[in-house]
């Protein structure tokens, strides 16, 4: 009888101000996809997220976003100053006509991956209810925020097996069990 490995999923925290970040970017460009670094530290098991930096210039459309290499290179060259590394990215998917933005990566955004860092999804489609933020069984945190439904979920490469990437706890204190806000009156 062989012995299956037994392996550990590994984690992210995500700290107040980067889950903010990446949130409040995401809405501010709705119906477009926005893009920014994740900056913090990785362990063995744990990535750290400290800081969620949106690029500004980056080009934006309905179904994808690029950077604007010459003023992102701009702050990669600063960011190595810090004292935090760059340890991935995010995007937002967003609904598009009847199609709901769905948070696993597409495979341009796999594509786009290296290995060793993080990379986080946020799909954001309208809502008319509201939900509390949670975490979901597949490791993603959910809820909706000023009419918006958001589901954020971590994924990191992995070079074999059939999807090339797989699924990243997340663990953010900030957002789970924060009340779901609608703006509709």
Not at 165 to 180: F, T
Request: with cysteine; hydrophobic share 35%; aromatic share 8%.
């Amino acid at each position: 009888m062989s012995e299956r490995k037994e392996t550990k999923r590994k984690n992210v925290i995500i700290k107040e101000r980067a889950f903010w970040s990446m949130v409040l970017s995401a809405i501010e460009v709705y119906n477009f996809e926005t893009l920014g670094l994740l900056l913090g530290l990785k362990g063995e098991e744990t990535f750290i997220i400290e800081y969620a930096i949106p690029f500004q210039t980056a080009q934006k459309a309905k179904t994808w976003v690029s950077p604007n290499e010459r003023r992102a290179s701009r702050i990669k060259k600063i960011v190595h100053l810090l004292p935090v590394d760059v340890i991935g990215d995010y995007h937002s998917h967003t609904e598009l006509g009847d199609s709901r933005a769905l948070s696993h990566p597409s495979g341009e955004d796999i594509a786009d991956m290296d290995e060793g860092n993080v990379y986080i999804i946020l799909a954001v489609n309208e809502s008319k209810r509201t939900v509390e933020w949670h975490t979901n069984t597949n490791g993603s945190i959910s809820g909706t925020l000023g009419g918006y439904h958001i589901r954020i979920t971590a994924s990191e490469y992995i070079k074999k097996g059939r999807l090339h990437y797989k699924h990243v706890e997340i663990i953010c204190p900030s957002a789970v069990g924060l009340k779901g806000y609608s703006l509709r009156g």
